[in-house]
């Protein structure tokens, strides 16, 4: 393995394990505040709705400055993150509607799996698009 492939290798994981940490503490959060709006009666889509909004922001500035230390424009990653995020969303309510509202699965349990898999997505998406102009600067291999 070349020098420069096994820098780039490192930099994932370090990527990769900075964006779980920042994933896990703001799902828990969020995760938590949608138990807490289904139990005071707010509706399942519409509880996933607010706090995938909220999440949004906050997971915004995290990913791009410590997940990626993106140095790259701010608007147009912004942008790009609003319509990866959206597609998160789609997927997350398409979920929702499929397998609890139609399936009659739990909406705790499916909410819960949808996490994790939208995760996966948005990392890689992030990775490669969204704050793709990082992987042409110098690699990051910790801290």
């Known amino acids: 393995m070349s020098s420069g492939a096994l820098t780039l290798n490192m930099s994932i994981h370090w990527q990769l394990l900075r964006y779980t940490i920042?994933?896990?503490s703001s799902n828990v959060a969020l995760y938590a505040g949608y138990l807490l709006a289904t139990s005071l009666g707010m509706g399942h889509k519409a509880a996933m709705t607010l706090l995938y909004a909220t999440g949004i922001l906050v997971t915004f500035l995290f990913n791009r400055h410590?997940?990626?230390?993106?140095?790259?424009?701010?608007?147009?990653?912004?942008?790009?993150y609003i319509v990866i995020y959206g597609l998160g969303y789609l997927v997350n309510f398409a979920g929702l509607y499929l397998f609890v509202d139609q399936i009659g699965y739990s909406h705790?349990?499916?909410?819960?799996?949808?996490?994790?898999f939208v995760a996966i997505l948005l990392f890689l998406l992030q990775r490669f698009w969204v704050f793709g102009s990082q992987q042409k600067t110098a690699p990051d291999c910790g801290g």
């Not at 990626?68 to 790009?80: C, V, W």
């Not at 705790?108 to 994790?116: A, D, E, F, Y």
């Open 66 to 80: 410590w997940t990626f230390r993106d140095r790259g424009n701010t608007q147009s990653a912004f942008i790009r």
């Open 108 to 116: 705790q349990i499916v909410q819960g799996i949808l996490i994790l």
């Open 22 to 24: 920042v994933g896990l």
